[in-house]
């Protein structure tokens, strides 16, 4: 994601806690007390400007939905959409994904989406692929015993390296599609990247993982 610096996003983020979470480690096992609900709590992660978020936020309002997002001058984005739809079933962590399981107690995630993740080609980088091992294990700690990652992306060599990676920690690959916008799938939500990449003329490969039993 292109960044272009905003000093300011840091004090509005700070302005508006009832959106983005100021003190996630304090919810870690309390979230569905936050949402006032029993639904599923749904987290995506890298979730940049929110588009997918809130649209997922508006069509589910039994659902619960967090984003996280590591950088401010992104998040703004996603806040403003929340500002403007109110969603109350819809939060935003500005925090890393490394630090998922501070956030989450056991099981308390249903699904975790994975959109557009920055594929970090080269192989020094592979321990920041969000689909590296190391991830998984914290994905696997926070998820629910039948919790599931919904992963998209259209870069052919980070989907071929995840669809291995999941497989071989022992997530089980439930649906593969190699070409989702020409696939049988309904009720796709796009997310930004999706559209720009797609607008090219890109492939979008997606997938679903469960949790290894
Ligand atoms: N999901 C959005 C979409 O599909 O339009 C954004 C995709 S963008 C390529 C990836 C986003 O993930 C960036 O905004 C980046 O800052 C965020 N990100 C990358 N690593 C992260 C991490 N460890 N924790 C939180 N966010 C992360």
Redesign the pocket.
Known sequence: ?RLRNKPWAKDKIAAYPQHVIPDPEAQRGRWHELFGNDGPIHV??????G??LTEMGRLHPDMNFIG????PS?LVSALDKLIESGLPNVKLLN????DLTAFFAEGEVARIYL????PWPKKRHEK?R?THRGFLSLYERVLAEDGDIHL?TDNQSFFEYSLVSLSQYGFVLAAVQLDLHRSDVVGNVM????EKFSLKGNRIYRCEAVRPP
Not at 44 to 49: A, L, M, S
Not at 115 to 118: C, I, T
Not at 191 to 194: A, I, K, L, N, P
């Open positions: 994601m995506e992660i890298g979730t940049g400007k588009k997918f996280i997002e590591l950088y992104v925090a890393n994904a490394k959109n557009f993740s920055d920041r969000l998209k997310t930004e990247y999706e």
